[in-house]
Each structure stands twice: as C-alpha cells, then as structure tokens.
C-alpha cells in the first residue's frame, strides 16, 4: 500500500508563499498522475492542478499563474509553489496520486495539510 506523506502547510499572509510537498512512500509504477486538490470548510473538495508522468499539467482556473505543479520522479514526489496567495485559498490541501494499470486505476490520498492565508 502506497503511502503519501505531505508537509510545508502553514500559516502564512495574503500575498505571501508558500511550498508543498508529498513524497510516496515506496516507487511508483511508471504511469500514474500526481496532483493536489484542496477542501475548503462548506465547501466540495476541488482540483488544484494535476501532473502527468510525461509532465503535462493542468489547473484550476482559480490558481493558474499563481500556482504551480511539479514532480521529482526520482525521489517519487510531487510539489505545488505557491505564490500570491489569496485568503480563498484557505483549505486543507491533499496529495493524490492515480496510478493506471490499463483500463483500471488506484487512487492513493496524503493525510492533508492546511493552509491559512490571512487578509
């Protein structure tokens, strides 16, 4: 069972930034997603932005350019800077990583770890 351990949450002010990680506790097979969603209080749980094996990323439109996604494939990790924070982006941030075998997948969660932007 893949395990994911996440870090770098804090508190931190509006404009200020911000780095987070999540390393997998053993390697991953080769084709497989790793991302960040995030889940605010009243709110559902969204996508933050997501990273293919190949490195092809995707975002929310709410974080693009502020935001950004990346891997260490080596040391199976996944990253997310985070830059100009905003107070809406208050929420518990979890790693994700999908991992495909063909047609079927596993998803595999981090504990989560929050972020407190203050106004």
């Known amino acids: 069972q893949v395990q994911l351990v996440e870090s770098g949450g804090g508190l931190v002010q509006a404009g200020g930034s911000l780095r987070l990680s999540c390393a997998a506790s053993?390697?991953?097979?080769?084709?497989?997603?790793m991302g960040w969603y995030r889940h605010a209080p009243g709110k559902q749980r969204e996508l933050v932005a997501t990273?293919?094996?190949?490195?092809?990323?995707n975002y929310a439109d709410s974080v693009k350019g502020r935001l950004t996604i990346s891997r260490d494939n080596a040391k199976n990790a996944v990253y997310l800077q985070m830059n100009s924070l905003k107070p809406e982006d208050t929420a518990v941030y979890y790693c994700?990583?999908?991992?495909?075998?063909?047609?079927?997948?596993?998803?595999?969660w981090g504990q989560g770890t929050q972020v407190t932007v203050s106004s």
């Open positions: 990273i293919t094996s190949g490195g092809s990323t």
């Open positions: 053993e390697r991953i097979f080769s084709m497989n997603t």
């Open positions: 994700n990583v999908k991992v495909f075998y063909g047609i079927s997948h596993s998803d595999y």
